[in-house]
């Protein structure tokens, strides 16, 4: 339970973030596409390392 708490508090961080740029791009006038794209990968990155944070790492990889 305490997993999965830390999980959607750390996607909330990521959704924050993700408003932060939107306001940073406004600011410098830098294309919204491209930061989508940026806040897109960063949030599979994200996604990917909670993935594997819930496995054992032995587990995951096949170590035996």
């Not at 830098?30 to 993935?51: E, G, L, P, T």
């Amino acid at each position: 339970m305490l997993l999965i708490a830390a999980s959607l508090y750390n996607v909330a961080k990521l959704l924050n973030f993700s408003h932060i740029l939107k306001y940073i791009a406004l600011f410098f006038n830098i294309d919204i596409k491209k930061v989508a794209q940026c806040v897109y990968i960063v949030s599979i990155i994200f996604c990917i390392s909670c993935r594997m944070a819930l496995f054992d790492d032995e587990k995951f990889f096949g170590i035996e």
